[in-house]
């Protein structure tokens, strides 16, 4: 309890901040700098964990700050800032996940090299954060992978728009967010030769919905994901 506390507190204090910031002429970084996340972070006297990506990603140097939801935990809140020259954006994420082998020294500071997926994975359980097309228009988004707690130990994937925008765009419409939930590895396949993605979902052996997402060329002759089957068991 007092864990969930400290961070329901440090999320306040990010959204005093980002209020603040509101008042202010901020070019490129949509949100919270990361001085801002740090003084945030300080005055609820939490040690947070500092990751740095050793590699650029996308032209980006990538680095997170995170509260672990324990001290011998490797999950918690994290806050990514991506920063590069003309652009910079910041994202929470309410439940990430660390490899357990970075955690399980005392260090103020994790480094840890980047994992890109193979050609044709899309929803990656080795990458921590990737840069794919998700939605086959020819533009990458970005990929966060969260929390590897939820159905049967699955993962959870977050999707943002984030090409030629100011502020990322989180993609919350299906199939990018299925059955209440972030898309997952569980209920999710990927046919990237075909531009398509599947989706269902069970209760038990009992099948409950499929769905069939195809990327098709629309009116304004740009590609877009559309629902082209819709099976649904009452």
């Given amino acids: 309890m007092k864990t969930i506390n400290t961070i329901y507190s440090f999320l306040g204090v990010l959204f005093l901040q980002t209020i603040c910031m509101g ?3 901020s070019s490129n970084n ?13 005055q609820e006297n939490v040690a947070p964990i500092h990751v740095i990506c050793n590699q650029l990603v996308n032209g980006y140097r990538v680095s997170m700050d995170m509260l672990m939801d324990g001290e011998e935990d ?3 809140f994290a806050v990514f800032t991506f920063q590069k020259p003309q652009h910079s954006f ?3 994420c309410d439940l ?3 490899p357990i082998e970075a955690v399980q020294n005392t260090v103020d500071t994790i480094r840890l ?3 890109s ?4 994975e899309y929803l990656s359980d080795k990458s921590l954060f990737y840069f794919k097309d998700m939605d086959f228009d020819g533009e990458e988004e970005l990929v966060i992978r969260g929390a590897h707690c939820s159905w049967y130990g699955s993962n959870q994937y977050d999707v943002y728009k984030v090409f030629n925008r100011d502020k990322p765009q989180k993609m919350v419409d299906e199939p990018f967010e299925w059955a209440g939930q972030p898309m997952s590895d569980r209920w999710t396949e990927y046919i990237p030769k075909e531009r398509k993605i599947v989706c269902w979902f069970s209760s038990g052996t009992r099948l409950i919905r ?12 740009k590609r877009e994901l559309r629902l082209v089957k819709d099976d649904i068991n009452e």
């Fill in 23 to 25: 008042c202010q002429n």
């Fill in 30 to 42: 949509t949100e919270l700098s990361k001085d801002s996340q740090r003084a945030a972070i300080a």
């Fill in 74 to 76: 490797n999950w918690g």
């Fill in 90 to 92: 910041t994202i929470n």
């Fill in 96 to 98: 990430f996940v660390l």
């Fill in 113 to 115: 090299d980047y994992v």
């Fill in 117 to 120: 997926p193979a050609p044709e």
């Fill in 210 to 221: 499929k769905a069939i997402f195809q990327s098709i060329i629309n009116e304004k002759g």
